[in-house]
């Protein structure tokens, strides 16, 4: 099975655990992206989830698997905030502030550089659901940023 195979079959356990229809996913081949170094994003407006091609034809299994639950965290988050439900009142406005005003990382992959869009909610909430069920499904930890450490720690339990 290639990587993009392992994309979308993950993409598809991932939503399965979160309840929420599965989302388009997408290859993007694009230069602008690579240079970013830009694994994968999802795209709250078009609900659909877009993996890097020159990043899946060189990655191991794992790290699309990582990616692939992290997007579609994002995509859950984007189905509570398009349909006002399965979170509180308080954390769908956050997700809804944050997606639509989304700040993107560095492209560095330096967590100093990057301080600000590790601290959004959105990205609390992906790496600790990702975290969980890696380490569940998978036997595996993810890396978790040290600046985000104690706060993906507490939404453990909520994930």
């Known amino acids: 099975m290639g990587n993009f195979e ?6 598809a356990i991932a939503a399965k655990i ?4 599965t989302p388009d996913i997408k290859i993007l081949n694009s230069k602008a992206v690579t240079k970013k170094r830009i694994s994968g994003m999802y795209m709250f407006e078009k609900d659909e989830i877009v993996f890097n091609e020159k990043w899946l034809e060189v990655v191991p299994e794992i790290e699309v698997i990582v990616t692939a639950y992290h997007e579609t965290r994002h995509a859950y988050q984007g189905y ?3 349909t006002g439900t399965r979170e509180t009142d308080e954390t769908i406005a956050i ?7 989304y700040l993107q990382p560095s492209g560095t992959n ?5 301080i600000e869009y590790l601290n959004q909610r959105i990205e609390i909430d992906a790496i600790a659901f990702t975290h969980k069920y890696v380490k ?6 993810t890396y978790i940023p040290k600046c985000i450490k104690s706060k ?8």
Request: proline share 3%; charged share 35%; net charge neutral.
């Open 18 to 21: 979160l309840k929420i229809p």
């Open 80 to 82: 509570c905030v398009k």
């Open 110 to 114: 330096i967590e100093e550089n990057d």
């Open 6 to 11: 392992i994309a979308r079959s993950s993409v």
């Open 152 to 159: 993906v720690e507490s939404r453990l339990n909520a994930v």
């Open 95 to 101: 997700w809804e502030k944050e997606l639509t005003n």
């Open 136 to 141: 569940e499904h998978y036997k595996m930890k």
